[in-house]
């Protein structure tokens, strides 16, 4: 079996492919896991809480 050029394109697509559906998941699990809830929550309060007084 000869490794041609279409070989290696579709082999770096194939793993590509994989590879970035495996770093969407790895995101979203991260992302909704209930550790992280309190973190995230927290991220998204202190954004608002700073914007109360007037820029100095």
Known sequence: MSIDHNLLVAVSKSVGLFYLIAMAA???VY???PANRERFNKAARDIIDDEDAPWQ
């Open 26 to 28: 790895t995101a979203l």
């Open 31 to 33: 992302s909704c896991w």
